[in-house]
């Protein structure tokens, strides 16, 4: 599960890398509840990403 998670954040690092964004780790607000997350993409950022051309399998 960990492993699963470290994944997740490297992606998450990377996307916010890749539009110019930004995350991270704020306070939990339920009393002994986890971790809380955040992150922020430029819309512009977000919407060059969302429209960058991925190559496809077999090319």
Known sequence: MC???RAALRVLACVCRACDGDW????ARE???GTRMWATLPKV?????????TPR???
Not at 24 to 27: A, D, Q
Not at 45 to 53: K, N, P
């Open 3 to 5: 492993q699963r998670r």
């Open 31 to 33: 009393p002994g509840g």
């Open 45 to 53: 950022g977000a919407t060059a990403y969302g429209e960058a051309e």
């Open 24 to 27: 991270g780790f704020g306070k």
């Open 57 to 59: 399998r077999g090319d």
